[in-house]
């Protein structure tokens, strides 16, 4: 089977351990966007054009000084998602540690923005007409949701099972083209279920195979464009993560990809989807190394390496993909035998 894998650096790049390139989503056009640290250690957010063209950009506020990271949530400008007509949506961090949602649009133009009581506010995905969902943390810990509608009107809500103490409540991912979002919510107990809220407001909450109260639960919950659902669950008894997807109403299928271990946090994590129900992320094999997979609607999966990345057994680094569009093109990162981040387009 013959694909073609190309490696990227955006431009200024470090080359210091643990620093580098990420690709954090693609669109149907196979423009990318992602966060890159530089040679002085700041985090700035960047846009890649499918023939190799850069823009880099910040937030206005942002603090892209060294010891910024998107990743670990400490600061610069962090791109999340991009929709197919270029606007970018994500969080940046300011000097004072707090974070604030961000749009950009395709001309460049840079909106922030704070939810409505929010302390820190996280936006995670956009659809095509420029709506923004994410969730915000008030004074207390608690997660809420939100949703962002192109004109900056922000209507909240919260989970009806969501509890309301720090750490807990409700962690939108995603939302699709008809305005339907999922995620995840944590009840009182610390339990995390998945849950769909319909364009009316309705929400539907649900468990994935797995998902078990002496279990820690559902991980993350993505939705398409059909409404199939899929994300990770990360089984407590055995520390061991599980893909699924499927419908939500007790439809989902648990799975596992190959070279999945079975040990503690070895398995399969899913980050991604396209409207065709293939899924795409990482896989943690026996020896504690990390691979690519994509899983096709069918069962087929396909696990891959990037040459030249990080093998290192006990390491958990390796390769990940982070985005997939309906052509099947797979946007992801990897580390190299330095611990170097990179990012790579996989083309079938």
């Known amino acids: ?180 979002i999922a995620g995840v919510v944590t009840d009182p107990a610390g339990f995390n279920r998945g849950f769909v809220r319909d364009p009316e407001g309705k929400i539907e909450n649900f468990d994935p195979p797995g998902a078990t109260t002496n279990s820690i639960g559902t991980a993350n919950v993505l939705i398409n464009d059909l409404g199939i659902v899929a994300g990770t669950v990360f089984q407590g008894t055995s520390d061991v993560d599980y893909g699924f997807e499927g419908a939500p109403e007790g439809k989902a299928l648990a799975f596992e990809t190959p070279q999945a271990g079975t040990g503690s946090f070895e398995g399969t994590n899913v980050n991604a989807m396209n409207i065709f129900g293939t899924t795409v992320g990482y896989v943690t094999d026996s020896n504690e190394e990390n691979h690519t997979f994509v899983r096709y609607a069918n069962g087929n999966a396909v696990v891959f390496d990037v040459p030249g990345q990080m093998a290192v057994p006990g390491s958990f680094f390796g390769s990940a993909a982070y985005g997939i569009n309906a052509r099947g093109v797979i946007a992801g990162r990897w580390h190299d035998a330095n611990t170097v981040l990179h990012g790579f387009v996989w083309v079938p």
Request: proline share 5%; net charge negative.
């Open 1 to 180: 089977m013959r694909k073609k894998l190309v490696t990227f650096d955006a431009p200024n790049a470090s080359t210091a351990p643990y620093a580098g390139t990420e690709a954090a989503a693609i669109n149907n056009w196979g423009t990318i966007t992602g966060d890159v640290q530089d040679t002085d250690g700041g985090v700035h957010g960047y846009v890649r054009s499918p023939d190799g063209h850069y823009a880099e950009f910040d937030v206005p506020g942002a603090n892209p000084a060294p010891g910024a990271n998107c990743l670990y949530y400490a600061g610069g400008t962090c791109p999340q998602a991009i929709n197919d007509l270029g606007v970018i949506a994500g969080f940046d961090g300011d000097s004072s540690g707090l974070f604030h949602g961000f749009v950009r649009a395709a001309d460049g133009r840079i909106t922030t923005f704070d939810a409505p009581g929010a302390v820190v506010t996280f936006a995670f995905s956009i659809n095509v007409w420029g709506t923004i969902t994410g969730y915000s943390i008030g004074g207390n810990g608690t997660g809420h949701g939100f949703v962002r509608k192109s004109d900056g009107t922000i209507t909240m809500f919260d989970d009806f099972e969501g509890g309301t103490g720090s750490g807990l409540g409700t962690f939108p991912g995603t939302i699709n083209d008809e305005g339907a």
